[in-house]
Nanobody, 115 residues
Framework: QVQLVESGGGLVQAGGSLRLSCTASGRIFGMPVMTWYRQAPGKQREWVGAITSSGSTGYADSVKGRFTISRDNAKNTVDLQMNSLKYEDAAVYYC?????????WGQGTQVTVTS
């Protein structure tokens, strides 16, 4: 069993920054790709970006250049640095890994962008 716990969400003004963290624990096989998703009210969950064990990253076009994903393999953590936040970035952000063919999700952390 694997547990993912996100933290760092909250209220932020448009144009501001926020850093989310996710810690994975439990029986993790190797160093799986760690992924961030988000879901806004009334919308489907969408892929934000991901990072491999070697640090290669990929981002959705909507966040490219503003968001940065990093990880600490020794601590099984992945961070999402979000800069220049926009109203449309407001959502619940989820951490995800696929471990041994099973998808695991965190409980999510809320990001609210205010004027």
């Amino acid at each position: 069993q694997v547990q993912l716990v996100e933290s760092g969400g909250g209220l932020v003004q448009a144009g501001g920054s926020l850093r989310l963290s996710c810690t994975a624990s439990g029986r993790i096989f190797g160093m799986p790709v760690m992924t961030w998703y988000r879901q806004a009210p009334g919308k489907q969950r969408e892929w934000v970006g991901a990072i491999t064990s070697s640090g290669s990253t990929g981002y959705a076009d909507s966040v490219k250049g503003r968001f940065t994903i990093s990880r600490d393999n020794a601590k099984n953590t992945v961070d999402l640095q979000m800069n220049s936040l926009k109203y449309e970035d407001a959502a619940v952000y989820y951490c995800n890994i696929n471990n041994g063919g099973v998808n695991y999700w965190g409980q999510g952390t809320q990001v609210t962008v205010t004027s």
